[in-house]
């Protein structure tokens, strides 16, 4: 049965300090990279990995590199599953942009905020579309008992999951967490979602709540 362990990245620099990240080319943190180690470690000891996909944005790839190294898979890229572009509202914080421009948020604006642009930037109904594109290409491609991992960000996760759920965009992104190198599992011939936002396999220590911050 084919499978899609959808993951998020490890923690970055702008997930401690509370910013929105977008494109930005952000590093893992000394505790992100132990994420990524550990749960590069995990998958090898628990799965049987066929292929790799990452996001090509920094914080992806350098947390996609360990589960190559710890289950000797090879490394693609796909823009598909970038974060969201962010535009004009990158780099500030959460609470500024609530407070600043609540067309903006989901909290506040409800749907009207799904199909809002920030200048030079994308709406969240661009990136469902563009995460779903990815995704239906990434099945097309899967052969019968494949196991993938693809290495995303907390937006594409929650609307790919949130799609695969029924829920709309607002839910999708309000209801669905996604910790940092939380682990969801997909039945990709169904498609069914039979396990999200795990992260039991790491230490405590390592465990991190960054909800705020794509």
């Given at each position: 049965m084919a499978t899609a362990l959808l993951v998020r990245h490890g923690e970055t620099t702008w997930n401690r300090s509370g910013r929105i990240q977008g494109w930005a080319p952000t590093p893992l943190t000394d505790r992100g990279r132990e994420q990524a180690a550990a749960l590069g470690a995990h998958l090898a000891s628990t799965v049987d990995v066929d292929s790799l996909?990452?996001?090509?944005?920094?914080?992806?790839?350098?947390?996609?590199?360990?589960?190559?190294?710890?289950?000797?898979?090879?490394?693609?890229?796909?823009?598909a599953w970038r974060e969201r572009d962010f535009g004009c509202l990158q780099g500030f914080s959460s609470g500024e942009v609530f407070e600043e421009f609540p067309e903006y948020a989901l909290s506040v604006s409800g749907a009207a905020a799904a199909t809002a642009r920030p200048d030079s930037g994308e709406t969240l109904v661009e990136v469902r579309d563009r995460v779903l594109d990815g995704?239906?290409?990434?099945?097309?491609?899967?052969?019968?008992?494949?196991?993938?991992?693809?290495?995303?960000?907390?937006?594409?996760?929650?609307?790919?999951?949130g799609s695969l759920l029924r829920y709309d965009v607002v839910d999708s992104i309000l209801e669905l967490d996604q910790d940092n190198c939380a682990l969801n599992e997909i039945r990709a011939s169904e498609p069914r979602v039979v396990r999200r936002n795990d992260t039991r396999y790491l230490p405590d220590d390592l465990t991190v709540d960054s909800e705020t911050v794509a």
């Open positions: 996909v990452s996001s090509d944005l920094r914080r992806a790839q350098e947390t996609a590199r360990h589960v190559a190294r710890e289950t000797g898979s090879e490394l693609t890229t796909d823009a995704w239906e290409r990434l099945l097309a491609d899967l052969s019968p008992d494949e196991t993938v991992v693809i290495v995303a960000h907390g937006g594409p996760n929650r609307l790919l999951l």
